[in-house]
């Protein structure tokens, strides 16, 4: 494959190497980027040349910034079956990846959003360096924290995945690593050589590689917000979340109200509901139940208007349907 195509394969001794190549859309992933990559890894799986695989974005900016929403959008407009292909694909791609036969080594380095989450956190190894960005922001389109966040947010420690899921919250290096989201700090400077030394390594010495190339982040902020976020997002319910904030009183309470108070009612409540239930999922199931929610919502309102306002018009003023949690049903959230 060249090095024009949307996603180049290169196998540099042990090591098979993913690179997404779409850098102008940072990345975003395609259908046509799940059904290489699934091939690909499915190839690598039996070739007993390759020792590990590796995953890197091309440019500066981006390692990958999620998926192709925009075309998401103009097929549930239009009726074409991407809305389906797409999601069956890209949730067929993170399984293969979180089954994986071979040590699977995401470089982060740079923007991690939606669909790049799937293919980065769902591996044994996720490498984050000081350009990386991570966030899971689907409730501002309507969307919900998919790509397996129904199982790995509820595994994070305490209620940090489901501070994460509901409010998009962003994170540095140091937090990743500090909630387990990453599994090692890599200045990048060091990712070629890192890149070099990985090719001769073999699935039972790629991890003291990674070891003798990581570095300390510094002091993750997260660490002093933990007692807030428990106290806070652990409550039975978004209202029930929401009157905590409001009580809470501090700084932080109030602007964190403020971020929720922007989201879709309906994508908070079945966020919510979503972490709740994959603490007792499978891997498996949890890519099931998100499938299921993908193609409800994509027959429902607040995605195509997420999308309108924040992609579309950029008028950052979505008017969601219902437009307040009080109107969201339960029996609505129960038949997604």
């Given amino acids: 494959m060249d090095d024009s195509s949307e996603v180049v394969f290169k196998q540099q001794s042990g090591a098979g190497q993913i690179c997404l190549n779409r850098p102008k859309a940072l990345n975003a992933l395609t259908l046509n980027m799940c059904h290489a990559m699934i091939d690909q890894l499915q190839q690598w799986s039996e070739d007993q040349s390759v020792h590990i695989v590796t995953i890197e974005g091309a440019g500066e900016k981006g390692f990958c910034a999620g998926g192709d929403i925009r075309a998401l959008y103009d097929s549930g407009k239009t009726g074409t079956s991407l809305i389906s292909d797409f999601y069956a694909n890209e949730y067929r791609l993170d399984t293969l990846i979180k089954e994986y036969s071979k040590p699977y080594i995401a470089l982060m380095d740079g923007i991690t959003m939606g669909g790049g989450v799937g293919v980065s956190v769902n591996g044994a190894y996720r490498i984050v360096t000081e350009n990386t960005l991570f966030a899971m922001p689907e409730t501002s389109i309507g969307l ?44 990048h400077a060091r990712l070629e050589d890192l890149k070099e030394a990985l090719c001769t390594a073999s699935a039972e010495t790629c991890s003291s590689v990674l070891d003798a190339y990581s570095a300390d982040p510094g002091e ?21 979340i929401m ?22 009612p309906t994508s908070l409540c079945l966020t919510h509901e979503q972490l709740t239930r994959g603490r007792n999922l499978s891997f498996r199931e949890c890519m099931l139940l998100e499938y299921r929610l993908t193609q409800r919502i994509m027959a429902g309102h607040d995605f195509y208007e997420g999308v309108r306002a924040v992609i579309i018009d950029k008028d950052q003023n979505p008017q969601w349907q219902p437009s307040t949690l009080n109107d969201v049903a339960q029996d609505m959230i129960d038949a997604h």
């Fill in 144 to 187: 919900f924290p998919d790509v397996g966040g129904t199982y790995f947010l509820p595994r994070l420690p305490g209620q940090f995945g489901m501070y994460l899921g509901l409010t998009g919250a962003r994170l540095k290096a140091a937090d990743c690593l500090h909630v387990g989201i990453a599994t090692h700090f890599v200045e």
């Fill in 220 to 240: 993750a902020p997260l660490t002093n917000l933990r007692k807030k976020i428990d106290d806070h997002f652990g409550q039975e319910s978004i209202s029930a």
């Fill in 243 to 264: 009157q905590s904030l409001k009580a809470g009183g501090s700084d932080w309470a109030v602007k964190t109200r403020e971020i929720l108070s922007g989201k879709s």
